[in-house]
């Protein structure tokens, strides 16, 4: 049967306008509304500022911990509630160290309250704050562990001008955390030594555990679609990390990661770019006391 010519158009114009509405759906709508879920704080839409918790101790104090709040101001985009830790002076009469705590992705400081008493037990201070876009601290997006190694530098700073920085210097980070306490230490020498639990290690890896987690859809295109809206959206500007800028870990580094990861192509680099006697990597204990009891064993040898 012969179509008419006008029936070709109708057809034609049919065929642009669902193709071009899918590509609207898949490059625009849905990584538009999956970068905000993935990367964005759990309220991002109904964030503000004077919406956020008070810095309040007490979980911790109510839980036996000496604590103190104090707040660092990053950046222009984030104000970081933080607590300070004092050490169990019952048993040690000197500080042993200072060690800081920054929690998992889609936690808060409370979560690592329990590694914190067990720390603060043994004689260390203990810094713990809600990351970007977390808790009690501001921002409505996360970063790459860039703008959280940024953080945490400004944290240092912050204590350090206030002689609240008893060596060695400890950083345990969880995921971003992790990532945010790897570059900062390349940076900052007054960090002794970092355990690192589950780092991304680069963004493309990142973007790919985030998608995984959250359930996301494979598009043509991905990593790169995502990671341009989630510049726009969070108006950060930060490198992407590849392999290629995987760099030797530069003082004492425990990395503890699953079983299965141990192969994949930045654990790799790191390991052969690393010192031997800078850099061990685990598998990750499966639960959170044990987690914390490896974590206690490792600050420990480091006197």
């Known amino acids: 049967m012969k179509l008419s010519r006008q029936t070709r158009d109708t057809i034609n114009i049919i065929i642009f306008l669902v193709v071009a509405a899918f590509l609207i759906i898949t490059y625009v709508v849905y990584p538009l509304n999956r970068t905000k879920a993935i990367m964005g704080r759990y309220n991002v ?82 810094v713990a704050y809600d990351q970007r876009a977390s808790g009690r601290s501001t921002a409505k997006y996360h970063g790459d562990g860039q703008y959280e ?32 306490a790897l570059l900062a230490a390349r940076e900052d020498r007054r960090i002794d030594a970092v355990v690192a639990v589950n780092p991304y290690l680069t963004s493309s890896r990142m973007l790919e555990m985030l998608r995984q987690r959250h359930d996301s859809y494979w598009f043509p295109f991905y990593r790169t679609t995502m990671w341009w809206w989630y510049e726009i959206r969070s108006g950060y500007d930060a490198l992407y990390r590849d392999v290629d800028q995987i760099e030797a870990v530069v003082c004492h580094t425990l990395l503890l990661l699953p079983a299965k990861a141990a192969g994949e192509a930045e654990v790799v680099k790191l390991r052969e770019l690393s ?11 499966s639960d959170r006391e044990t987690l914390a009891r490896r974590v206690q064993s490792f600050v420990a040898e480091l006197r």
Not at 275 to 285: C, I, R
């Open 45 to 126: 839409d109904d964030f503000a500022e004077d919406s956020v918790m008070v810095n309040d101790p007490a979980a911790w104090t109510e839980a036996g911990l000496a604590a103190d709040s104090f707040t660092v101001e990053s950046d222009g985009l984030a104000r970081l509630a933080c607590l300070y830790v004092r050490p169990d002076s019952a048993e040690h009469d000197t500080t042993r160290g200072t060690v800081v705590l920054l929690h998992d992705d889609e936690d808060d400081r409370d979560s690592v309250m329990t590694m914190a008493a067990l720390l603060a037990a043994e004689g260390y201070a203990v």
């Open 149 to 180: 190694a940024n953080d945490l530098a400004e944290t240092i700073r912050y204590l350090d001008l206030r002689e609240r920085i008893h060596h060695p210097l400890v950083v345990v980070g969880f995921s971003r955390g992790a990532d945010g």
């Open 275 to 285: 010192e031997a006697d800078l850099l061990q990597v685990e598998s990750a204990p």
